[in-house]
């Protein structure tokens, strides 16, 4: 029987020499689609060579980034790609992953407390699902602090009554009370 994971709850992947990718914990053949999702939802796994056993997980976690920037919009740019490239050989090299790994933490810990400043200035009120909606993009996007979705109009079904005006009028409101609330987060 295969060993599904290591003694941490780390699943294991095993990589064929035919690429399929085999779930030891479920007992079933994935996609680099199934394994993006379980890093979305916080899985731990390792990826393994079926034939000798080489750990291959960062391999596996590049080509799914390269895959996940051929469809649809980028989310690293060209100038950050050559910056990168360019530090390979640089006696700089051992520093970058330790500071590329605390910028992202960090990254993620104030896309956490925007997502929290921007749910409690929105909770209750007309354009709370517009607003949950927009923040699940932003999240998906890995694109916190970028804002023309919020400015994207009313939401299909939604009442004509006011015109178009009067709800950007409302949203530029709303935007600067939220403005306010995360300049006293960052006090």
């Known amino acids: 029987m295969a060993k599904s994971s290591d003694n941490s709850g780390t699943v294991i992947i095993k990589k064929y ?15 680099l689609e199934h394994l993006a ?5 916080g899985r731990d796994f390792k990826v393994i060579d079926a ?3 080489e750990d291959i997980t960062h391999n ?8 996940e ?13 050559r910056q990168l490239i360019s530090l390979y050989g640089d ?9 590329l790994e605390a910028s992202m933490d960090a990254f993620r810990k104030n896309q956490n407390q925007f997502r929290q400043a921007l749910e409690g200035a929105f909770a209750g009120g007309p354009l709370a699902e517009i607003t949950k909606r927009n923040l699940d993009m932003f999240e998906a996007a890995a694109a916190a602090f970028k804002t023309t979705g919020v400015v994207g109009g009313a939401a299909p079904g939604a009442a004509t009554s006011t ?5 950007i009028a ?3 409101e709303q935007l600067a009370g939220l403005q306010d609330k995360l300049n006293k987060l960052g006090s």
């Open 170 to 172: 409302a949203l530029k």
């Open 51 to 53: 034939k000798t056993e």
């Open 60 to 67: 596996i976690l590049t080509q799914i980034i390269m895959e």
């Open 17 to 31: 020499a035919n690429r399929r990718l085999y779930n030891t914990e479920s007992s079933s053949y994935i996609t």
């Open 163 to 167: 015109s178009k005006d009067d709800d």
């Open 69 to 81: 920037e051929s469809h649809g919009q980028t989310m690293l740019p060209v100038s950050f790609l």
């Open 91 to 99: 006696s700089m090299q051992a520093m970058v992953p330790q500071y």
């Open 37 to 41: 999702q379980m890093t979305r939802d």
